[in-house]
């Protein structure tokens, strides 16, 4: 049979998800929209914190929240990516950029943002604008204050006119510069200068970030954790996963039968990022536009390989080559992909004389590696991020399958096994 041709891929491994495309999340976005802009298009300012995992689908969310908050309220939308990022020199050139392609969202402040900050359109090309990059070197010094950076965006507000009713800044991409210990004191700067003004700049500050990098914030300036409303975002649930992956295949002109959306719900374990990369791979495994069980747990298979290579191999496999410390990670993965954390008892049982001698080390070494650390209770630790649980635990069938083509069908985990018999 002639494979299907494809078209467009319904799947964005890696990036935002289409607002299109965005399912899910009633409860944060409804938190984020009535709490911060329904506040802010009230008048009053809002600092939030956007805090999950990563995979969880923090920058999705944000990006999904300005364009309902854009279109219901009227907010500007400024959205900043501070990846390499380093200091606040860099924050405020960021800044500056983000609100010179704040134009590009919205026609009727198209005209208003390019006359109000004209001077930085220059000959370089940048995501559909050309910009001065020069002129945007030379002024972004004049933000590297909080009270410069509050009247540049006040007075971008001032010549949106009615086009808008306030903004809502997004700082995203938090790792580097969240060690620089004045990002912290900037951002509570900025905020409390903002709220005691005489008239606060209607503004909603949305920082989306890992837990490890708001604590990092607060270990460099303590006073910071009272600033910011906490939005936590969680795995999403099995209706969720569903939903998505319905709504994405039906984008694509595609069915997918009971069994094949029961593996990708089960192997996505509720992380945004593992579902783009499995439903990708799937999408373009399936050769009659309706996915089956098998070309599923193929995708599951290649997804997880893909997972591995850019987030998890560097880290812990191409670290630990011991084979008694592979066959502790097996022991681990076997322990199954839910929950956070595990306990040192349970990764014990079944080891041979020789890994057990070794599990200490091991754990010394994942905890180097700041894979694990030690968790509340004796005996247990906890992931830091639980995307490497679930690649451990995808990786483990995985292996069986390429490096032993005589094992028992019996000893794979349950998905190994239907792939077993298809390729025997």
Not at 55 to 68: C, E, F, L, P, T
Not at 201 to 206: S, T
Request: charge should be neutral.
């Amino acid at each position: 049979m002639a494979s299907r041709e494809k078209g467009k891929s319904p799947f964005h491994p890696g990036q935002p998800i289409p607002a299109e495309l965005f399912v899910g999340r009633k409860l944060q976005i409804d938190r984020i929209l009535q709490r911060g802009a329904a506040q802010v298009a009230a008048g009053k300012p809002v600092a939030m914190f956007v805090q999950g995992e990563y995979g969880i689908g923090k920058s999705s969310i944000a990006n999904y929240a300005q364009r309902v908050a854009e279109q219901k309220y009227k907010l500007l939308r400024v959205s900043v990516n501070l990846g390499g990022a380093k200091d606040i020199e860099d924050l405020a050139g960021r800044v500056l950029e983000a609100v010179v392609r704040a134009g590009e969202t919205n026609v009727s402040t198209a005209e208003r943002v390019k006359g109000w900050l004209g001077k930085y359109v220059g000959k370089q090309q940048l995501l559909g604008l050309t910009l001065n990059l020069e002129a945007l070197k030379a002024d972004t010094p004049s933000l590297s204050t909080p009270g410069q950076m509050l009247a540049f965006l006040r007075e971008t507000l001032v010549r949106m006119g009615d086009a808008a009713g306030g903004v809502f800044l997004v700082l995203d991409e938090l790792n580097g510069i969240v060690n620089n210990p004045h990002f912290a004191h900037f951002i509570k700067g900025f905020v409390e200068e903002n709220a005691m003004a005489t008239t606060p700049l209607p503004l909603l500050l949305m920082l989306c970030g890992v837990e490890e990098r708001r604590r990092a914030m607060i270990q460099c300036h303590p006073p910071i954790d009272r600033i910011f409303d906490i939005v936590e975002i969680e795995k999403m649930d099995r209706g969720e996963m569903k939903e998505f992956f319905e709504r994405s295949f039906r984008e694509a002109d595609m069915a997918v039968d009971a069994k094949a959306m029961d593996a990708l719900i089960t192997y996505s374990a509720g992380f945004p990022k593992i579902m783009h990369v499995v439903g990708d791979e799937a999408y373009y495994l399936d050769q009659d536009g309706t996915l089956d069980y098998t070309e599923a747990m193929d995708a599951v298979v290649s997804a997880a390989e893909e997972v591995g290579r850019k987030y998890v191999d560097q880290q812990v496999y191409k670290a630990l080559r011991s084979l008694d410390y592979q066959s502790i990670l097996q022991k681990i993965a076997g322990l199954g992909p839910s929950g956070d954390s595990f306990f040192k008892r349970d990764v014990a049982d079944g080891l041979t004389p020789a890994e057990l001698k070794k599990l200490g080390n091991f754990l010394q070494r994942m905890k180097k590696l700041n894979v694990i650390r030690s968790g509340d209770s004796a005996g247990e630790y906890v992931f830091n991020v639980q995307m490497v649980r679930l690649y451990i635990w995808l990786k483990s069938f995985v292996k069986v399958l390429t490096a032993v083509p005589t094992v028992s069908p019996d000893s794979l985990p349950p998905v190994a096994k239907v792939k077993s018999k298809r390729n025997a």
